[in-house]
Nanobody, 119 residues
Framework: QVQLVESGGGLVQAGGSLRLSCAAS????????MGWFRQAPGKEREFVAR????????YYADSVKGRFTISRDNAKNTVHLQMNGLKPEDTAVYYC????????????WGRGTQVTVSS
């Protein structure tokens, strides 16, 4: 199994920055994708960003493109989400997820970390 543990959430004013981290442990895969999702109160969980195991391919939701950056540190089995220019609408619980292959569903999820952006 895979364990994903998020950290770095908190309260920040609009325009500020936060850096989320997700530490992965357990089973390893030859090719996998790691990503971030978020869920605001009363809304469906939505995709934010993802990165391939080799860091060569990243993809972002339109709502965060140009403000958020996903990166990975393979030596530490960690993926980061640098969030700049935060807006109140970015307020949500942010979840780390792992897709154990490029063409398979997101299978492993962390417990989430709260991000609150005040106006």
């Amino acid at each position: 199994q895979v364990q994903l543990v998020e950290s770095g959430g908190g309260l920040v004013q609009a325009g500020g920055s936060l850096r989320l981290s997700c530490a992965a442990s357990g089973r390893t895969f030859s090719s996998y994708v790691m990503g971030w999702f978020r869920q605001a109160p009363g809304k469906e969980r939505e995709f934010v960003a993802r990165i391939y195991w080799n860091g060569a391919n990243t993809y972002y939701a339109d709502s965060v493109k140009g403000r958020f950056t996903i990166s990975r540190d393979n030596a530490k089995n960690t993926v980061h989400l640098q969030m700049n220019g935060l807006k109140p609408e970015d307020t949500a619980v942010y979840y780390c997820a792992l897709q154990p292959g490029i063409t398979v569903p997101w299978q492993y999820w962390g417990r989430g970390t709260q991000v609150t952006v005040s106006s």
